[in-house]
């Protein structure tokens, strides 16, 4: 997977963001960031695992559930399925190696 440096292209709240089968990132230091990189891959398999489109449509609208759930756009961003695996397990540079099949269902 590529690594793409664009500082326009990420929004004000975010640095990062995997979009298949990129990796964009708004400072060329984050290359460098071990666990960050490591996110966003995760959040790369997961999107392969689900072919893609249905992953962005299972994310918003999950998303927006939390949003109602939490009332607080942070807290349910960082409690989305896909988020709490990567934040999980972005130390764990082996994680990917080991990682089952849709293990983000684990983390409904």
């Known amino acids: 997977?590529?690594?793409?440096?664009?500082?326009?292209?990420?929004?004000r709240h975010f640095v990062g963001i995997a979009l298949w089968p990129f990796i964009v990132v708004k400072d060329s230091f984050l290359k460098e960031d071990e666990a960050f990189i490591n996110h966003e891959r995760i959040h790369i398999r997961q999107q392969a695992e689900l072919l893609v489109l249905p992953f962005y449509l299972?994310?918003?609208t999950e998303y927006i559930i939390r949003l109602i759930q939490y009332r607080n756009s942070q807290l349910a961003y960082r409690n989305i399925s896909f988020e709490r695996e990567a934040y999980y397990n972005e130390d764990d540079l082996y994680y990917l190696k080991n990682r089952k099949l849709w293990s983000f269902t684990k983390y409904w």
């Open 58 to 60: 299972l994310y918003f």
């Open 1 to 11: 997977m590529r690594i793409v440096v664009n500082k326009y292209l990420i929004g």
